[in-house]
């Protein structure tokens, strides 16, 4: 039971659970943006809502009133699309949003502690120098 105990606080469980929890808010964002903006921009030049565009592979096509197909291969690839839409958009805001800032401010970290670490060293030298400098001056 400690070693369960030890594996669900362990540091990358609990920020994977926080993870999959921001994710799925992200996600319910991410679909309204997509329903909301890109949906009736999509509409603009054709049917409002994505899943309507589809094609029928073989035969005609019947759908019935609960929108299950009776005849016919229906293809509906303006699901695929939409989905495509959603998933381009959320890299697109995490590349944006978060990985582009978080790398810039780690490579303005790693620069200041470059230009410490080189100050750190200058010291060190003079230091050594002036105690170089005391030794020689007492004898």
């Known amino acids: 039971m400690n070693g369960f105990k030890k594996f669900l606080l362990r540091g990358n469980v609990v920020e994977l659970a926080v993870a999959v929890v921001i994710g799925a808010a992200f996600t319910n964002v991410i679909n309204a943006f997509v329903k909301g903006v890109i949906n009736p921009i999509v509409g603009a030049f054709g049917a409002k809502d994505l899943a309507s565009y589809s094609s029928c592979l073989k035969g005609p096509c019947e759908v019935s ?4 197909v009776t005849a016919g291969i229906l293809i509906l690839w303006g699901s695929v ?3 495509l839409l959603q998933f381009l958009i959320t890299a697109a805001v995490v590349y944006f ?3 582009l800032p978080m790398t ?3 490579a303005r970290r790693k620069s200041l502690a470059e230009v410490q ?3 750190e060293a200058k010291e060190v030298l003079l230091l050594t ?5 005391l030794v020689t001056q007492q004898r």
Request: charged share 30%; with cysteine; glycine share 4%.
């Open 65 to 68: 009133a609960t929108g299950e």
């Open 81 to 83: 699309l939409s989905a």
């Open 97 to 99: 949003c978060l990985i």
């Open 104 to 106: 810039k401010y780690s």
């Open 117 to 119: 670490a080189e100050a």
């Open 129 to 133: 120098e002036i105690r170089d400098a």
